[in-house]
């Protein structure tokens, strides 16, 4: 296999297909992803599960619960940033977004299993104080299910299993990139 690193065109194509395989593979380094927003008091991360990546659409997809501060966040301030890590390749992805979010969407619902669903309804609501754990139930519900679509607006790829590092900046879902000094 030829080294997708010697080519941008080579390398934007090899990072939608590790973006497909992160969605396709639930033990792909690229499944869980931190997603950075602009919460009320500064930046905030968390890890979220990749569940749709489009590159015709130039977008991807997570899924959260309507009641996170996460999408308080993302309802204020739109634009957000991705990144995903793979520690055995060495390679970074960070992609700034611009979120839609899609709450209550029925055909996206459908396709969530049964296990994952659950954690679209947690008693009481995400972050809220609780007197012990024990006492948080989960029970999923479609009005607390909300998609967050992504267009992608730049891609930022690196890779340290090269010497020296290799990196690529792309200003936009399938724009053509540059390489830049890492």
């Known amino acids: ?13 090899h990072i939608w297909d590790r ?12 499944r869980l992803v ?19 990546a489009d590159r015709r659409a130039g977008t991807i997809e997570v899924h959260s619960d309507l009641r ?12 957000a940033a991705l990144l995903f890590w793979d520690a055995a390749t060495q390679v ?10 899609i709450p209550a969407d029925r055909d996206r619902w459908a396709e969530v299993p049964p296990e994952p669903r659950l954690n679209y309804g ?6 809220l104080s609780v007197a012990s754990p024990e006492i948080v139930t989960r029970t999923p519900a479609l009005e607390r299910f909300v998609a967050l679509s992504g267009h992608v607006r730049g891609i930022d790829a690196v890779s340290l299993a ?15 990139g540059r ?4």
């Open 34 to 52: 931190a997603l950075a927003t602009a919460g009320t008091d500064g930046p905030e991360a968390r890890m979220v599960g990749l569940r749709g």
């Open 122 to 127: 947690t008693d009481p609501a995400p972050g």
């Open 1 to 13: 296999m030829s080294d997708p690193w010697h080519r941008l065109d080579t390398l934007l194509g």
């Open 179 to 182: 390489w830049v000094a890492p």
């Open 68 to 79: 996170t501060a996460k999408i308080r966040a993302l309802w204020t301030e739109p634009r």
């Open 19 to 30: 973006l497909a395989a992160g969605v396709a593979d639930a033990s792909d380094p690229f």
């Open 92 to 101: 970074q992805i960070r992609l700034s977004v611009e979120m839609t979010l």
């Open 162 to 176: 090269h010497a020296p590092h290799r990196r690529a900046s792309f200003d936009g879902p399938d724009a053509p």
